[in-house]
């Protein structure tokens, strides 16, 4: 269990930020410049905040009050930095056991090669950190972390430095580490597909102050925060369950929200649990069961929600799907021409297409159905 | 051709007794060396700059004032003299310890700022890095900012043997030049070239000091080339 308030001035920047973690993954989510990377920063003990109090499980690291601060090499905080910081003068493998001379001693001694195993860098272990690429960096800055024995793994933006192709490369690996290691993480990013497809707990971020906590599920699908999770990139996350394949066109049956999704073929059994982010920009909606459509995809549900953007030309809808929220994104006229009021019976059409790799998540144990979602 | 290279036991003595001063000026420099160049990179404080142009006084103050200044602080009556004769056996006066010292102070800045140059270069966020790794600070010194400082310490260290090998003027000042204790070979060949006669031995001499310079050079070229290598690939 993760606690942190932090109470911090920079210039003219005041970070306030109170928020608590579970086990799993907990995304700090907001644009640069919300407070995110001091946040961590501050849990780390890089920096000493004027008012706070952090503690991670039973460890207090920091309690300005009782003048308590952990100093960061005491603090057992594993820390994965956006630009990797790989000791340039040492191999891989030294620098992957650079903090086991300094952590507890464990009795685990097959834990350097499952993590080695786990992050897939056994072929780099005798190389110097500038022949690799940038994945390559970042996984032995992950392993290299993991290895000092955290009782917390916090990083920043890990993934930001990278082109598209080895993000995908890394991104199973972070999801691996949050379903195999029980260490918790806190992962700062400003990306909507890694909220989706990584965290358990949402936490948004926006000048310095913690703008809503829950569930990713829950909190992508608030209307009111659709200035803060991004207006193109934002949507909903639905929780899907694969109900079949069908090999002759290559697609995946997935049944979520009262419906069947059909979605580019997953490498999943039937009954697997699985993530889907639908953009509110690939989201149709028609008052009739539509038909003669190229569109696979139509949930039945209700408009719940319904969000003028200001009395600009965009509106923001919530729809109820059999329990699961789904967000469309649609003109005013639109939205005034069909009568689309809260209550309403609609049909949302989505493409199959819109699914793209990074929509479609594994979510973790406990990731899918935390409780902590808000009243 | 072998009577020009057989050196006299006066000529072998001033040969080695260079490279012995030049050894322990450079060995002696480098803690201090060490505590000057993280002091002015890292330290916060007033009288920075005071510090700053201490250590490089020796760089522009002529030869002879250094000599003379040791002369007045080392010397058998001088305070800092007394102090070292009494308390740890070291005198430095008319000695080749003085030689050292001498020689030393002189290749200071030089050492300093090779080290400054270098440690200014490390990244600070690799020593946080460290850090959150849990390695405390003086860890992190010795595994992170010394390893990475290396290329500059290499460098300040043949900087001050060079320049040790070199000094003349504050040594002539400060311990003479007494032959078998305090006479270098720019003494000697000094001494050499106001004898009438002295032109061979004086000829030989120059070019061992040509040939010792150009193995220095030489050195600190490999040596920086293989540090360089350690960080690149």
């Given at each position: 269990m993760l606690h942190v308030a932090v109470a911090h001035r920079f210039g003219d920047f005041a970070l306030d930020a109170a928020f608590s973690g579970g086990d799993g993954l907990t995304v700090l989510f907001g644009r640069s410049g919300a407070g995110k990377t001091s946040l961590i920063n501050a849990i780390a003990g890089l920096i000493r905040p004027q008012r706070g109090h952090i503690a991670v499980g039973d460890a207090v690291l920091t309690d300005t009050e009782r003048g308590i601060f952990v100093p960061p090499h005491k603090r057992r905080i594993g820390y994965v930095f956006q630009e990797g910081r790989l000791f340039p003068h040492l191999t891989v493998r030294q620098n992957l056991l650079y903090g086991r001379w300094f952590a507890p001693r464990s009795r685990d001694r097959g834990e350097f090669g499952q993590v080695v195993e786990l992050l897939g860098i056994g072929g780099l272990l005798a190389r110097r950190p500038a022949t690799l690429s940038g994945g390559e960096k970042q996984r032995v800055a992950i392993g290299r972390a993991l290895l000092s024995r955290p009782r917390l793994l916090v990083m920043d933006e890990p993934l930001a430095s990278l082109d598209e192709a080895r993000k995908a490369e890394i991104l199973p690996y972070i999801e691996r580490l949050r379903d195999e290691t029980r260490v918790p993480i806190v992962y700062v990013s400003h990306s909507i597909p890694e909220v989706a497809r990584l965290a358990t707990t949402l936490v948004v971020m926006s000048e310095g102050r913690v703008a809503a906590i829950g569930p990713p599920e829950a909190v992508m699908s608030r209307l009111d925060l659709f200035p803060l999770t991004g207006r193109a990139e934002a949507g909903a996350i639905l929780n899907a369950v694969v109900a079949g394949h069908d090999a002759e066109f290559g697609l995946t049956r997935l049944a979520a929200g009262g419906g069947e999704l059909r979605v580019p073929r997953l490498g999943l059994a039937p009954g697997a649990a699985v993530r889907v982010r639908i953009r509110a920009r690939d989201v149709m909606i028609a008052l009739t069961p539509p038909?003669?459509?190229?569109?696979?995809n139509i949930l039945p549900g209700t408009v719940a929600e319904v969000a003028p953007d200001g009395g600009g030309p965009i509106v923001q809808l919530r729809l109820d799907c059999a329990g699961e929220a789904l967000i469309a994104r649609l003109t005013r006229r639109s939205v005034e021409t069909l009568g689309l009021v809260p209550g309403k019976r609609v049909y949302a059409v989505i493409k199959s297409i819109a699914f793209d790799q990074h929509a479609l998540a594994v979510p973790g144990p406990g990731g899918a159905d935390a409780d902590t979602r808000p009243g | 051709m072998t009577a020009l290279f057989a050196f006299t036991p006066a000529e072998t003595a001033a040969i080695l007794l260079s490279l012995k001063v030049a050894w322990w000026a450079m060995v002696w420099s480098v803690p201090f060396g060490l505590a000057a160049a993280f002091l002015l990179a890292r330290g916060r404080f007033r009288g920075l700059s005071l510090i700053n142009a201490a250590v490089h006084l020796p760089l522009v103050l002529p030869p002879v004032v250094t000599g003379y200044v040791l002369l007045l602080l080392f010397g058998r009556r001088g305070p800092l003299g007394m102090f070292f004769a009494e308390h740890l056996g070291i005198v430095f006066a008319f000695r080749w310890t003085g030689a050292a010292l001498a020689s030393a102070v002189m290749g200071f800045p030089l050492m300093v700022r090779a080290m400054r140059l270098s440690l200014e270069a490390v990244d600070r966020r690799l020593e946080a890095a460290a850090g959150t790794l849990g390695a405390n600070p003086l860890w992190v010194l010795v595994t992170v900012t010394l390893p990475l400082m290396l290329p500059g310490i290499v460098a300040g260290m043949i900087l001050s043997f060079a320049r040790a090998l070199g000094e003349f003027g504050a040594t002539i000042t400060f311990v003479s030049n007494i032959p078998g204790e305090t006479q270098t070979l720019p003494t000697a060949i000094y001494m050499l070239t106001q004898v009438p006669g002295g032109d061979a031995a004086a000829l030989r001499l120059t070019a061992v000091s040509i040939v010792v310079a150009m193995l220095a050079l030489f050195a600190s070229e490999a040596a920086a080339r293989r540090a360089a290598a350690r960080l690149a690939s």
């Open positions: 038909t003669g459509l190229s569109a696979l | -």
